[in-house]
């Protein structure tokens, strides 16, 4: 395993010589207990069984009921049958994601048409809003209507029907003011409006202002009611494109992480054990087991890295290729550690930091999408009906709460206060820890040295006693 930067997680450094008399350098693991080392190689075993051994022996004789498996890349020669099997299988795999990733690109797109959509019905539908209640934008909203009606159902001045064409054609000069002046509130109020308001003028021009109000009029009512409409179907239809999203993402999880599983190791094709043309490849495994002490939040942790440089011998039968059986070499470290619940957070961080994790390219991508929208997406889906979670201030939020996690995420940072109260230290469970530690260090110990001892015992290896 590549050596990190442990030191900023809180870890102590362990040291190993990698010859006998070169220099000391580090492994990139925090500093155990204890350490034993195991080398077993051999041109005619199963590496399969020293990985299952411990894991049953750890499991069921030393009482460790978590396991966690923390690390698992391999890497083979590029020549090698194993090689340009596992390249079909990642190849089918790269194919189907790309298809999902490619839809996923495609509806988010949509998604800015669809809140833009929205904006704009809003906007229009302010008017409609304005217009019908007996408030003091109720002019200017009508004037606004009015405005488009003559734009976009009359077009304008072109035609020589319209209110700015009447105005130039046959000189009713008056009717536009008229027509942007005279309010009444339904079809059925024209004739009354126009009479008491408007008796003045000559018949001809009340009959056109009359005509021209009732033909508006009837169009506000109609396309009111087609606007209404309109944003029901537009906002459910943008729920439903958020849900397809996130489903097609769910679809799409299971393939990048088996892409990041197949995806050879380039740290060990560089390497001197893995050569081209020899039938060779290298596996990395790594298993952290614990037992939790009581309720104190301690736990004896075995950490276990396997490294495997075998020789893969590919099994056929008359119907199908059925895979690789590995033989060849393979070098165990078992470490011991007591650690709280909060530095095996840290350690598992710390290995998540060495590895490049596929899922976070399309999540961060569609947060990034999501946030270009602001919060007017996340108002449209909870009118919707869309449960995104709700957050309390000074609340830190999830993980993960989907594509809007990062817009959730600017709500507590609003409300968290600028100067933190440093947490109170209750002495009396930093005591137990304490005490369960000094507990646990004999345990973990013993534990280590039994799996390393019996597994020596068991596979006719020499040994001895402490």
Excluded: C
């Excluded at 089918?92 to 298809?99: C, E, I, N, P, T």
């Excluded at 109720?138 to 105005?167: F, H």
């Excluded at 590995?326 to 095996?344: C, L, P, Q, T």
């Amino acid at each position: 395993m590549e050596p990190v930067d442990i030191a900023k997680f809180g870890f102590g450094i362990e040291k190993d010589e990698e010859t006998r008399n070169g220099p000391t350098i580090p492994t990139g693991y925090p500093k155990p207990l204890v350490r034993y080392k195991l080398y077993i190689e051999g041109f005619n075993i199963s590496v399969e069984e020293p990985y299952f051994w411990v894991l049953d022996y750890l499991r069921y004789f030393h009482g460790y009921p978590y396991i966690d498996k923390i690390t698992d890349v391999f890497s083979a020669a590029e020549n090698s049958a194993f090689f340009g099997a596992a390249q079909q299988r990642l190849g089918a795999q790269q194919d189907k994601v790309s298809q999902f990733l490619a839809t996923i690109g495609k509806m988010v797109k949509e998604i800015f048409q669809l809140v833009r959509e929205l904006r704009i019905l809003d906007e229009r539908l302010g008017y409609y809003a304005d217009s019908y209640a007996n408030s003091r934008s109720r002019e200017s909203a009508e004037i606004t209507l009015k405005g488009i009606w003559v734009d976009m159902v009359e077009q304008g001045a072109k035609n020589p029907a319209s209110v700015y064409g009447m105005a130039r054609e046959v000189q009713f000069t008056t009717l536009p003011d008229l027509f942007f002046s005279t309010h009444p509130f339904q079809q059925e109020d024209v004739d009354e409006v126009v009479e008491r308001e408007r008796g003045q003028f000559n018949r001809k021009v009340r009959e056109v202002l009359k005509r021209k109000l009732r033909a508006y009029l009837a169009w506000k009512e109609h396309t009111y009611e087609e606007l209404k409409n309109r944003r029901k179907f537009t906002l459910k239809y943008l729920r439903q494109h958020y849900e397809i999203i996130k489903m097609y993402m769910a679809w799409a999880k299971p393939y990048l992480k088996n892409i990041r599983r197949l995806t050879l190791d380039q740290n060990k094709v560089d390497t001197a054990d893995l050569v081209v043309a020899f039938e060779t490849s290298m596996i990395e495994i790594e298993i952290l087991a614990r037992k939790p002490v009581k309720d104190t939040g301690i736990n004896e942790v075995v950490l276990m890295h396997y490294l495997y440089r075998t020789r893969p011998e590919m099994s056929y039968s008359q119907e199908y290729q059925r895979g690789p059986v590995h033989v060849g070499r393979v070098m165990i470290d078992f470490r011991a550690y007591v650690w709280s619940d909060d530095e095996i957070k840290k350690y598992r961080s710390m290995r998540d930091e060495e590895e490049f994790r596929l899922l976070e390219v399309i999540d961060s991508s569609i947060k990034a999408a999501m946030d270009a929208m602001g919060d007017e997406l996340m108002k449209y889906l909870k009118e919707a009906g869309e449960d995104i979670g709700t957050l309390k201030p000074k609340e830190t939020p999830p993980k993960y709460y989907g594509p809007l996690s990062s817009i959730l995420k600017g709500f507590s940072t609003t409300f968290r206060n600028p100067k933190p109260s440093k947490p109170k230290v209750d002495k009396n469970k930093a005591w137990k820890q304490e005490l369960a530690r000094k507990e646990a260090d004999p345990l973990v110990r013993k534990a280590t040295w039994g799996t390393y001892h019996h597994f020596k015992k068991h596979h006719g290896m020499l040994n001895w006693g402490r």
